[in-house]
T-cell receptor, first 114, second 114 residues
Framework: GESVGLHLPTLSVQEGDNSIINCAYS??????FIWYKQESGKGPQFIID???NMDKRQGQRVTVLLNKTVKHLSLQIAATQPGDSAVYFC???WGGGSNYKLTFGKGTLLTVNP | GAGVSQSPSNKVTEKGKDVELRCDPI?????LYWYRQSLGQGLEFLIY????????KSGLPSDRFSAERTGGSVSTLTIQRTQQEDSAVYLC????????????FGPGTRLTVT
């Protein structure tokens, strides 16, 4: 099965609310995680990444949280806007520098209602 | 600077024909990846190039699929004797390589096999 998965395949929020997109991973050796945003008809766009020596990292309006104990990753989007509507993918990497591949989850569709 | 570009953006072909998809990575990026994305699905890894090393072809679904990367830059993905199940969006990504695992994606080529 998938080593990276999502709890919620779809998420609908009101404009201005905060959004939380969750991701579970099963490989305890994973040491790098990354979130992508994919708008309809476009390629995935890098949002934010985090290494396993951190449990939180913040960007512009986004925060990624990593809980290694329960192998859980989340992406928080503050003050969600209609332009945030997209599919969000998490991905993981393991290999200690010898594996350069990312394994992607199936994605969560975020819909922002005006 | 310019991002990853792919051509064509759309390709419709008849079953049994061969197709070539092109990817121009970001200048200076030593790593290049090809993925396949079926409708509403995640990203399926196909092949990975890193500098002059032998490519990682472990994701190619059959021997009808092949890829080349000439001069460490432009890459072409070739699908011979296309089948209807090959219909998908083919995405290319590049990264700096080494410890930088962030992949930057092109817009994709939508392939439809009739």
């Amino acid at each position: 099965g998938e080593s990276v998965g999502l709890h919620l395949p779809t998420l609908s929020v009101q404009e201005g609310d905060n959004s939380i997109i969750n991701c579970a991973y099963s490989n305890s050796a994973s040491d790098y995680f990354i979130w992508y945003k994919q708008e309809s008809g476009k390629g995935p766009q890098f949002i934010i990444d985090i290494r396993s020596n951190m449990d939180k990292r913040q960007g512009q309006r986004v925060t990624v949280l990593l809980n290694k104990t329960v192998k859980h990753l989340s992406l928080q989007i503050a003050a969600t806007q209609p332009g945030d509507s997209a599919v969000y993918f998490c991905a993981e990497n393991w290999g200690g520098g010898s594996n350069y591949k990312l394994t992607f989850g199936k994605g969560t569709l975020l819909t922002v209602n005006p | 600077g310019a991002g990853v570009s792919q051509s064509p953006s759309n390709k419709v072909t008849e079953k049994g024909k061969d197709v070539e998809l092109r990817c121009d990575p970001i200048s200076g990026h030593t790593a290049l990846y090809w993925y396949r994305q079926s409708l509403g699905q995640g990203l399926e890894f196909l092949i990975y190039f890193q500098g002059n090393s032998a490519p990682d072809k472990s994701g190619l679904p059959s021997d009808r699929f092949s890829a080349e990367r000439t001069g460490g830059s432009v890459s072409t993905l070739t699908i011979q004797r296309t089948q209807q199940e090959d219909s998908a969006v083919y995405l290319c990504a590049s990264s700096l390589g080494g410890r930088d695992l962030r992949q930057y994606f092109g817009p994709g080529t939508r392939l439809t096999v009739t």
